[in-house]
């Protein structure tokens, strides 16, 4: 079982769009939580950390729930540009080193 | 400020050649990552540094890859003979983390390599 499991898409959506990705983490020792996007053929860039108590960026809003382990990111208004893999992202206090699941595809159609 | 430079960009080599890949950090950063990236897939960790030292190489299957990183600054990663499932973007990534915080991981525009 991978450590940071998601769903990898595609998803295509139009414009205006609401779209959510969901992540689920396996590692009970993981205690910090990233979204990262990566265009095509670039490098993944930080897009948000996670928070317990939820942490919202604009159109975009990201929840942890440690219970059940399960991260989710929930973008709004979908614009074009947000076309792009999200990648969910798990740190724990030994392996200080990101793990990251496989990504998923977003694609936002005119 | 100059972000996390990468060398070279592209390389295309034989299975059983060896192959060099090159990485500088942001400067100021103390810590630096290698990463395998297979198509389709998520970054995996290869290698982290802590200045000079190792504090993570679980993941490098050392006996082909090497890494160092001798003056803390710039590191070199190394495929010893390739295979061709060796074929992937090789990322290197830098931050500030000290041993108790997290600073963001800043990565470069990585290696694409591709074993025929």
């Known amino acids: 079982r991978k450590e940071v499991e998601q769903d990898p898409g595609p998803f295509n959506v139009p414009e205006g769009a609401t779209v959510a990705f969901n992540c689920t983490y396996s590692?009970?020792?993981?205690?910090?939580f990233f979204w990262y996007r990566q265009d095509c053929r670039k490098e993944p860039k930080l897009l948000m950390s996670v928070y317990s108590s939820g942490n919202e960026d604009g159109r975009f809003t990201a929840q942890l729930n440690r219970a059940s382990q399960y991260i989710s990111l929930l973008i709004r208004d979908s614009k074009l540009s947000d076309s792009a893999t999200y990648l969910c992202v798990a740190r724990d206090t030994g392996r200080r080193a990101l793990t990251f699941g496989s990504g998923t595809r977003l694609q936002v159609q005119p | 400020e100059a972000g996390v430079a990468q060398s070279p960009r592209y390389k295309i080599i034989e299975k059983r050649q060896s192959v060099a890949f090159w990485c500088n950090p942001i400067?100021?950063?103390?810590?630096l990552y290698w990463y395998q990236q297979i198509l389709g897939q998520g970054p995996k960790l290869l290698i982290q540094?802590?200045?000079?030292?190792?504090?993570?190489d679980s993941q490098l299957p050392k006996d082909r890859f090497s890494a160092e990183r001798l003056k803390g600054v710039d590191s070199t990663l190394k495929i010893q003979p390739a295979k061709l499932e060796d074929s992937a973007v090789y990322l290197c990534a830098s931050s500030t983390e000290g041993p108790r915080t997290y600073t963001e991981a800043f990565f470069g525009q990585g290696t694409r390599l591709t074993v025929v």
């Open positions: 540094f802590q200045n000079n030292g190792v504090v993570d």
């Open positions: 400067s100021g950063h103390a810590t």
């Open positions: 590692n009970s020792a993981s205690q910090s």
